[in-house]
C-alpha cells in the first residue's frame, strides 16, 4: 500500500486543506505571502501540495516548483518561511490523527521540494 | 475517436489522451500547470456534450453544474464543444419593462429578454450601454417566482453604464445583454445546510435572488442575511425582507448601519462583524458573500476562520471599473 492509500487518499487530502490553509493563513510568519491571492484558487494549490507530500497523483516538476515560486523568492521566500510550512503540515497531520510514522514519511516527501521551491 | 469542438475548429482526440493534450497536441493554448487534475489552472466547460464525473472532482459544486471540467483529467467518451470559461458568452436583446426606485441611490431594472435566457438566481449578466461599454449585474429575479429579469443597479458617482440606467434608459428601450454566468448561486444539494449571506449596497441583488430561490426550493436549514450599510438609507427592501421572514420561520434578516446613526431595528457594525458576532462557529454552514470587495474579502477570511469550509463559500465582489467584472 503506498503512503498516499494508507493516509487515506483523496478523502484525507479534502479533509486536511482546510485545516491546513486554515494554519497557514493565520501563522504571522508566512500569512503575508497570500495577501489579495484568490482564496479559492490558493485552496486549490494547497490541496496540490498536500496530494504531492501524501505521495498521491501528480506530475509536478521541479522545474514547475521553481516557477510556481520565484516570484515569492523575490519577496523574500526563505528557509524560515519553508519550516513554517512544514510545522503546518505536521500540525495538521497531527489534528488528523495520521500515525507519527506517516506524517515523518510525508514531511520527507514535502522536505524534498526546499530547494526547488526556494530557488536554490 | 470523439471529436473536439473549440473556438469553431475540431480535432480528433486519440485514445489515453486528455483533453488538454489533444487541443495542446494541436497547437491550441490552453493555461495549464499541474497536469494531474489539482490545481484547476486548465479549468473548461463543456457547452455540448458529456464530460465524465472524474474530470470535475473537486470543482465548487456549481461549476460542476454548469458542465466545467479540468481539460487535463478528461477523456472524453463522445464529442465535446468545449470553451475557456466566461468566454464568449454571448448576447442577445432585451426591452426594458420597469425601472423603479429601491432608494436615493439604487433603482431596480426590469428587462424581458428577447429570447429564452437560461439563469440561476444569483448569477450576473453583462449589460451593454455600447459596443464597448459594459458592465456586470447580478440577478435577483427568481425563474419560477419572477416574470422578468431583476437587477438593483447604485448609481456610482463616475458609472458610465449605472448613470445612463438612471437617466436615461427608458421603458420600451431595447438593451443589449449577455447570457447569464457566474458561480455564485443556490444548489439544493444540503436542504438542512445553515446558509449565512452577507452583502453590503446593491451585494443585496444576487442575495435577494438566491435566498427566495433557496425558499422555493424549501430549504429547511436556517437562512440568516445580514444587509449592511454606512446609514439606514443605503439600507433597501426591509419591508419585502421582514415579510419574507414572517412567512419562513427559517429565515432571519438583519440590516446593519456602519455609521454612527443607528435607528431602532438595526444592528451597530458592519455586516461582516455582526454576522461574525451572532454566529462565531460557521463549521459546516454555507457562505455567500456578496458587494464591496474589501468586505468579500474580509468575510471570505473571517468565515472560513471560523470554521466554514473554503469549497462551501460562494463570493460575488462588485469589483468597480475593471473592463470584464465590473458593477453597481
Redesign the interface.
Known amino acids: 500500500m503506498s503512503l498516499y492509500e494508507k493516509i487515506g487518499g483523496?478523502g484525507a487530502v479534502n479533509a486536511a486543506?482546510?485545516i491546513f490553509?486554515?494554519k497557514v493563513?493565520?501563522d504571522d510568519r508566512i500569512k503575508h505571502f497570500f495577501d489579495g491571492v484568490d482564496?479559492?484558487?490558493q485552496?486549490?494549490?494547497q490541496?496540490?501540495f498536500l496530494?504531492v507530500a501524501f505521495g498521491g497523483?501528480?506530475?509536478?516538476s521541479g522545474e514547475?516548483m521553481r516557477k510556481?515560486h520565484a516570484h515569492l523568492v523575490k519577496q523574500g521566500l526563505n528557509d524560515s518561511h519553508f519550516d513554517a510550512v512544514m510545522e503546518n503540515l505536521g500540525a495538521t497531520l497531527t489534528e488528523l490523527n495520521v500515525p507519527g510514522e506517516l506524517i515523518a514519511q510525508a514531511a520527507a516527501i514535502a522536505e524534498s521540494t526546499r530547494n526547488d521551491v526556494l530557488g536554490k | 475517436m470523439p471529436i473536439i469542438t473549440y473556438g469553431g475548429q475540431s480535432y480528433r482526440c486519440k485514445e489515453q489522451e486528455s483533453v488538454l493534450d489533444c487541443l495542446t497536441a494541436h497547437g491550441v493554448t490552453i493555461p495549464s500547470?499541474?497536469?494531474?487534475g489539482?490545481?484547476?489552472t486548465c479549468m473548461m466547460q463543456a457547452v455540448n456534450g458529456n464530460v465524465p464525473a472524474s474530470t470535475q472532482?473537486?470543482l465548487?459544486s456549481t461549476l460542476a453544474a454548469q458542465n466545467y471540467f479540468l481539460a487535463c483529467t478528461c477523456y472524453p467518451d463522445g464529442d465535446l464543444e468545449v470553451t475557456l470559461p466566461m468566454s464568449g458568452i454571448g448576447s442577445l436583446l432585451a426591452t426594458v419593462v420597469e425601472i423603479s426606485p429601491l432608494n436615493a441611490e439604487t433603482i431596480c431594472l426590469k428587462l424581458s429578454p428577447d429570447l429564452e435566457l437560461p439563469y440561476k438566481a444569483g448569477q450576473f449578466i453583462n449589460l451593454y450601454k455600447d459596443d464597448v461599454t459594459s458592465r456586470s449585474y447580478s440577478l435577483a429575479s427568481v425563474p419560477g417566482i419572477d416574470e422578468h429579469l431583476q437587477f438593483h443597479i447604485r448609481k456610482l458617482p463616475d458609472g458610465q453604464v449605472s448613470n445612463w440606467v438612471h437617466h436615461e434608459l427608458k421603458v420600451g428601450d431595447s438593451v443589449k445583454i449577455s447570457y447569464a454566468t457566474g458561480d455564485c448561486f443556490y444548489l439544493p444539494e444540503k436542504p438542512e445546510q445553515n446558509l449565512l449571506l452577507i452583502a453590503t449596497g446593491c451585494g443585496l441583488s444576487p442575495l435577494y435572488g438566491i435566498i427566495r430561490d433557496a425558499l422555493l426550493q424549501e430549504h429547511r436549514g436556517t437562512i440568516k442575511l445580514y444587509h449592511g450599510g454606512h446609514s439606514a438609507k443605503s439600507i433597501y427592501l426591509i419591508n419585502e425582507l421582514e415579510s419574507l421572514s414572517l412567512q419562513h420561520e427559517n429565515f432571519i434578516y438583519t440590516p446593519c448601519i456602519s455609521g454612527v446613526n443607528v435607528p431602532h431595528g438595526f444592528a451597530a457594525g458592519r455586516a461582516q462583524d455582526v454576522a461574525l458576532q451572532e454566529n462565531p462557529d460557521l463549521s459546516g454552514w454555507r457562505i455567500f458573500l456578496c458587494g464591496h470587495p474589501d468586505m468579500v474579502?474580509t468575510g471570505?477570511?473571517l468565515a472560513?476562520?471560523a470554521g466554514a469550509?473554503?469549497?462551501q463559500?460562494y463570493?460575488d465582489p462588485f469589483v468597480i471599473a475593471h473592463p470584464q467584472k465590473t458593477s453597481q
Not at chain 1, 57 to 60: A, E, G, L, S, T
Open positions: 483523496e486543506v482546510d490553509y486554515r493563513l493565520q482564496m479559492a484558487k485552496a486549490s494549490k490541496k496540490a496530494t497523483p501528480n506530475n509536478y514547475d510556481g | 500547470s499541474c497536469h494531474a489539482l490545481c484547476q472532482q473537486g465548487q474579502s471570505k477570511k472560513f476562520f469550509s473554503m469549497s463559500i463570493a
